[in-house]
């Protein structure tokens, strides 16, 4: 045994017990007649004092970061740290032994505010991970998960693991494909979510199911998107709508971030918002409600203006109250922002309605007394407002618009502090227009259609909306789920819409087509994403640091050296032979 007692459990009532502790020395301090320890292990630090000449002599030459042991006795400190829980005591050294030498040059600080590169982080991952900030992370998921399971199985979901080599087959994202060695030229696919396999189980009999999955998608990566793998709460129901999905994810996530957070945590049921108007007010799928800013369609107000700029335009504005307060350069600020690539538009324009009830700055020339009325009138602009207009053509105004009111939301600190506002955003479009002007499933090609066959066969493919839904969480995309499209006919019509015709749809997804032939129960499910979840609770903007071993910026696992070269003889296993480009 290596220690009787853990570096964070000492306390005064233990003074004068004999103790054995292990762990890693985060500071050692060199007094002359008396060396001290910081003794650190997973739960806590306490602090060691070596007075016999000959352990002194032994451990004036430790580095930082070595692992030790030591046995002792428990004494009073002199000096006492109430800062720390084990401050008021320290252990006088009677034995001690180095378990794991550490290099004398650490490639960087561990428990240190200092700034270290990332990558560099990234390649010492498991110095990293001792670092107590990222450490707590780590434990937090561990607990999330668990909290996760015990609330899946209250409410009466089975855990079922589905397969990790998988089929290939159209989901929204790139494949990771694996070669099958037994089968020369065929390949696996690792899933990018266990879609079908969740179906299947319901086709089995399963009433609710669940899993903590691993799901695989080659897609770049994001601050808040981890490259190559991720892990989401899958889950489906038998003869279930898509309001006893809403009710389990009500009944999870709330529950889950308020038990591990201090802040305000909204309670079901949460806010609905249909997708058109989502794009309407918010310029996007996934608004974050916590900032006041609304987007507003004036492009009537400006029918027959002089303004050259909006004219044939579609023309978005947002409001700001109290906006008149700024100056100039935070006005110009905005236009900087506005025009940089990541954002697309050909320029900002903007006014102020002045206290004095004047308009003034930016195009307040082309705002007549006509214009001024009907923004005041139909649109709530009051005095001290600035008004920020949008114009370009529909769908690349509302993208611009919902841009600019994030920014503005930081800029001004408008969002709403310490709380976790959720909505759902509903009636996504079961079709859109790929960039080839094909139509293409805009969400997920498993859902049912609103109005079933009828809408297949008698509305224009753009019009149609499925019953499919993602929940938000401040801005951030926490869950999809959706309404399943179990009718083989149905489905069959679907894909034909998009371009697949019926061998396509039994060549693609035989197991799913084959096993709807055969007595399929309505069902519906959803998968919150358990890494973006695990980011906000710990209240971090980089999913990198909610993972203990992530992939770098370029989908590189800088630790392990992955992806790497593999020899010529692994590569004949697999039936592969590499072209040179």
């Not at 430790?62 to 002792?72: A, L, P, R, W």
């Not at 805009?442 to 909306?465: C, K, R, W, Y």
């Not at 197991?511 to 399929?520: D, H, P, S, V």
């Not at 770098?552 to 032979?577: C, F, G, Y």
Request: net charge negative; glycine share 6%.
């Amino acid at each position: 045994m290596y220690r009787t007692k853990t570096c964070g459990e000492l306390n005064i009532k233990n003074v004068g017990e004999e103790v054995e502790l292990a762990g890693w020395i985060q500071k050692i301090r060199n007094l002359g007649g008396m060396i001290f320890i910081d003794l650190r292990d997973e739960f806590g630090i306490t602090q060691i004092v070596i007075n016999d000449e000959k352990m002194q002599e032994i451990a004036k030459d430790y580095n930082t970061e070595s692992c030790i042991h030591i046995k002792g006795k428990i004494v009073e400190r002199s000096n006492k740290n109430l800062k720390i829980p084990t401050g008021e005591i320290e252990v006088v050294a009677s034995e001690i032994e180095v378990l794991g030498k550490c290099k004398t040059v650490l490639p960087f600080e561990i428990n240190t505010d200092q700034e270290v590169r990332e990558d560099l982080r990234l390649e010492y991952r498991f110095l990293d991970l001792r670092n107590e900030k990222l450490h707590n992370s780590i434990l937090l998921r561990a607990k999330i998960l668990k909290t996760l399971r015990d609330k899946m199985d209250e409410l009466g979901f089975t855990e079922i693991q589905t397969p990790i080599l998988a089929n290939s087959s159209p989901e929204g994202a790139r494949d990771y494909l694996v070669p099958s060695r037994l089968n020369p030229g065929e390949f696996y696919a690792l899933p990018q979510a266990p879609q079908q396999f969740k179906q299947l189980l319901m086709v089995s009999g399963f009433n609710k199911y669940f899993q903590i999955a691993p799901c695989f998608r080659d897609e770049d990566p994001r601050a808040d998107r981890a490259p190559g793998e991720f892990y989401q709460l899958d889950f489906e129901m038998s003869f279930a709508t898509q309001e006893d999905v809403f009710k389990v994810i009500e009944s999870v996530v709330p529950y889950t971030f308020a038990k591990f957070t201090n802040c305000k945590v909204d309670e079901g049921p949460f806010v609905r918002i249909p997708y058109r108007e989502a794009m309407e007010k918010y310029g996007i799928d996934k608004p974050d409600l916590r900032n006041p800013l609304i987007i507003q369609d004036v492009t009537k107000c400006f029918e027959g203006s002089e303004f050259k700029a909006f004219e044939g335009k579609t023309i978005k504005a947002i409001v700001v109250p109290n906006g008149a307060e700024q100056g100039r350069k935070f006005f110009d600020k905005m236009g900087e922002f506005a025009v940089t690539e990541e954002v697309g538009a050909k320029g900002l324009a903007w006014v102020k309605f002045e206290q004095d009830g004047t308009v003034a700055g930016g195009i307040a020339k082309f705002i007549t007394d006509e214009i001024k009325e009907q923004l005041e009138k139909e649109y709530g602009v009051e005095k001290n407002s600035a008004i920020f207009f949008i114009a370009d053509e529909f769908a690349k105004a509302q993208k611009i618009a919902g841009l600019v009111r994030i920014e503005l939301g930081k800029r001004l600190d408008l969002l709403e502090k310490d709380v976790f506002r959720f909505c759902f955003i509903v009636d996504f479009p079961m079709y859109e227009l790929s960039d080839e002007g094909t139509i293409d499933f805009n969400h997920n090609p498993f859902s049912m259609p609103q109005g079933g066959m009828e809408a297949l066969e008698t509305q224009d493919p753009l019009d149609i909306v499925a019953y499919q839904f993602d929940l938000v969480c401040n801005g951030y995309e926490m869950a999809s789920g959706a309404v399943r499209n179990h009718d083989p006919e149905i489905m069959v019509k679907a894909f034909e819409i998009a371009g697949y015709n019926e061998e396509d749809v039994k060549n693609r997804f035989g197991a799913l087509y084959n096993a709807f032939q055969y007595g399929t129960p309505p069902h519906a499910g959803a998968a919150p994403g358990i890494d973006r979840m695990v980011m906000l609770i710990a209240d971090s903007t980089n999913i990198r640091e909610v993972i203990a071993f992530p992939k770098n910026k370029k989908a590189r696992d800088l630790l392990m050296r992955a992806p790497s070269r593999v020899t010529e003889e692994q590569l004949r296993d697999v039936h592969i032979k590499l072209r040179e480009e």
